[in-house]
């Protein structure tokens, strides 16, 4: 089995060190921005993407999986008579390119005639910059031999934990997502951006019928030193002494209305889903409708000084965050990355736009949340690292105090399923395990923890947090259609929401 991921590696290795000569690249963009002028564009983009990925997986002790691909090519976008043309290629002749762009320009002329509203963009500097993920060790470089050894040796120890663990599972996803970004106003960005990620996974059998499953997981923008830092090995242990919890001593939830606590990397889940998303300036105004596609937000909650949640609820997006997996300097409309709160202070502050859907709702800036998922597809508003800031003069300083301060309840871990409505207005979330609070002190362990609730009565619940951050990754997130698939993180403090309703 080794001897067929290393020669799959080698042809992958080989793909990925074909490129064009940089200066070659940059010349041939801006030759079709050029071109685009002269057709009457008021706008145009070339976007230059090279995605290498690499998925390897471990089971019960072997190697299992070798998944890679090396995709490149070019995505034009043009704005003409105040709508947008897209198209793509992964032909990177001038003949080619040249074709595409007249395609781009055809699908702008026919959007101008069957739209009443015209696209603009608001304001945004010129840059000529580079921009390389901080990381120690290209992930690329190593020998695929050696990265699949950790897999193998943590799920064969995982399953060492108990007899009753049928299945361990273990993967480790690689990417290098390098783009080019030459524009009609004179801007060039070049970014290379790193990123690595580990899952492991057990499921335990508990009786005839019954299985209990247990999943850590994380993924960040750094290189292989990632997967040293994620520790297979100790994972492993965990999660085996998780599951024996789960099968042995975990009852099932209590249904009624308590307190919850969430840990950092659930709570990313919540904000995801009922901030993240809804907070989407396409889906405010009604451009994106796929994988529950709108939002209960309006344009004019941006100038009510609209109540999110409660006074200590701050939700902060920030793609200069390293080493978060959403990291990046700018984003695929050549917008500089920068720090924005989303929720200050429980009041909703901005929305995350590219400068299209910004200037439709009379902003003067973008929030730098333009992303595509490759050269194939338009660039819509996306969420990068979007978690809970928690206010330092108010936050208590440990999770022991949290727990006390929630007197009785339940603290709820780890992220297992989600339900969202249409509009993001509400929600029902489940996690893999959890335990009672009683008496300020932890008590009995949980299973099948389940609660739901309508998106602002839930923020504005919050309660208390602890000052510590911790900031998880999601390779996962989904929009639009065709389909994107973007890298996200969220996370924040261990938090305390009051008054929660927990069952089904």
Request: hydrophobic content about 35%; some cysteine.
């Amino acid at each position: 089995m080794l001897q067929l991921v290393r020669r799959l590696s080698n042809k992958f290795h080989s793909l990925y060190s074909r490129s064009l000569d940089e200066s070659i690249m940059e010349n041939l963009l801006s030759n079709i921005v050029d071109f685009a002028l002269q057709h009457n564009s008021t706008y145009a983009d070339c976007r230059y993407v090279k995605d290498n990925y690499e998925l390897l997986e471990a089971k019960n002790g072997s190697p299992s999986r070798l998944s890679d691909s090396c995709r490149s090519g070019i995505g034009i976008r043009v704005l003409l008579d105040g709508a947008w043309g897209f198209a793509s290629t992964n032909d990177l002749k001038r003949s080619a390119l040249e074709k595409s762009l007249k395609i781009a320009i055809k699908i702008a002329k026919v959007t101008a005639e069957n739209t009443k509203t015209k696209k603009e963009l608001c304001s945004e500097k010129i840059y000529q910059d580079t921009y390389h993920t901080p990381h120690k060790i290209d992930p690329f470089s190593i020998n695929t031999d050696e990265k699949i050894i950790p897999l193998v040796e943590g799920t064969k120890l995982l399953i060492e934990q108990d007899s009753r663990i049928r299945n361990a599972s273990a993967s480790l996803l690689s990417r290098k997502y390098f783009t080019e970004l030459v524009t009609s106003e004179g801007t060039h960005i070049s970014q290379t951006l790193i990123q690595c990620g580990a899952s492991l996974t057990g499921m335990l059998m508990a009786g005839p019928g019954g299985m209990v499953v247990r999943t850590n997981e994380n993924y960040q923008a750094k290189g292989f030193e990632f997967l040293d830092e994620f520790d297979l090995y100790s994972q492993a242990v965990t999660t085996g002494s998780d599951l024996k919890i789960l099968a042995d001593k975990a009852v099932n939830a209590p249904s009624g209305k308590f307190n919850l606590v969430l840990e950092p990397s659930h709570l990313g889940l919540a904000i995801h889903e009922s901030v993240g998303h809804p907070t989407e300036l396409d889906r405010v105004l009604g451009r994106e409708t796929d994988f529950a596609g709108t939002s209960f937000i309006q344009p004019s909650f941006l100038d009510e000084n609209f109540q999110y949640g409660s006074e200590i609820v701050n939700i902060v997006h920030d793609p200069t965050l390293t080493p978060a997996l959403g990291a990046y300097a700018y984003d695929d409309g050549g917008t500089k990355a920068h720090r924005l709160s989303v929720v200050e202070n429980g009041r909703f502050s901005a929305f995350q736009s590219d400068r299209s859907t910004a200037r439709e709702i009379g902003l003067t800036s973008a929030s730098g949340n333009s992303r595509a998922h490759g050269h194939d597809r338009l660039p819509i508003d996306r969420m990068a690292n979007l978690y809970f800031e928690p206010n330092i003069k108010y936050a208590l300083s440990s999770l022991d105090e949290l727990i006390e301060e929630a007197k009785s309840g339940i603290y709820a871990l780890y992220s297992r399923t989600h339900s969202i409505s249409p509009n993001r207005s509400n929600f029902q979330f489940t996690t893999q395990m959890g335990y009672l609070i009683e008496k300020g002190e932890l008590s009995k362990p949980l299973k099948n923890v389940v609660y739901g609730s309508r998106t602002l009565d839930f923020w504005k619940k919050c309660l208390a947090t602890t000052k510590t951050v911790e900031i998880f990754g999601t390779p996962k997130c989904g929009k639009g259609n065709p389909g994107q698939t973007i890298w996200t993180s969220h996370g924040g403090s261990h938090t305390l929401f009051e008054d929660i309703r927990i069952g089904a």
